[in-house]
């Protein structure tokens, strides 16, 4: 070390010297202390390797184990199974049982019941089923939304005839509230 060092940290030369000769010590004794450990490591595998643990014979493995557990629980859900069904068919009751009092009852009712077919000049033509919908328009529809909400994708024959069942000329002149029919066919 220069002096204009050692006067800046106020060390003295016998400090200095002192140091010096701690880190020669040091590295004398660092190597001894490396050759020491590596023979209490290989001390320490010898002892280890002796000292092995040895499963005992008499405790069983982890399969067994699960395995009566898996068959435990086949057996209880069964039973619990079991007993729900009981349960069940016990509550409800039985329309093969019938009393002798309902059993007449219902033989009378039977018998007074007659089928006659109609004059056909009464039968009136049924008037075919509408499977149109109907929609209210929200706030924020669009033709095109409404059309893929109803038919899953977008399809312009089906912007077409939303359109044209409701005489619209403008597919873009919707009004929150307006009520649209919607063509399933």
């Known amino acids: 070390m220069k002096s204009t060092t050692l006067r800046r940290s106020n060390i003295t030369k016998e400090k200095v010297a002192m140091m010096e000769a701690l880190s020669r010590y040091n590295r004398q004794h660092q190597d001894e202390d490396f050759y020491k450990s590596q023979n209490k490591t290989r001390e320490l595998d010898v002892l280890w390797q002796s000292f092995g643990v040895k499963p005992n014979k008499n405790e069983k493995a982890p399969q067994v184990y699960f395995v009566t557990g898996l068959i435990c629980g086949v057996i209880i859900t069964l039973a619990i199974t079991t007993v729900i069904s009981l349960l069940i068919n016990l509550s409800t009751p039985k329309d093969d049982v019938i ?40 706030e ?38 307006q009520k649209l029919i919607i063509p399933m066919n």
């Open 99 to 138: 009393s002798p009092s309902r059993k007449q009852a219902k033989v009378e009712a039977d018998a007074k019941f007659s089928f006659i077919p109609a004059d056909s000049a009464a039968v009136k033509p049924i008037a075919p089923i509408s499977m149109d919908e109907e929609y209210v328009v929200k």
């Open 140 to 177: 924020g529809d669009t033709l095109e939304s409404i059309v893929i909400r109803f038919y899953g994708s977008f399809d312009m024959n089906k912007v077409n005839a939303i359109q044209s069942a409701n005489k619209m000329a403008n597919p873009n002149a919707l009004s929150i509230g």
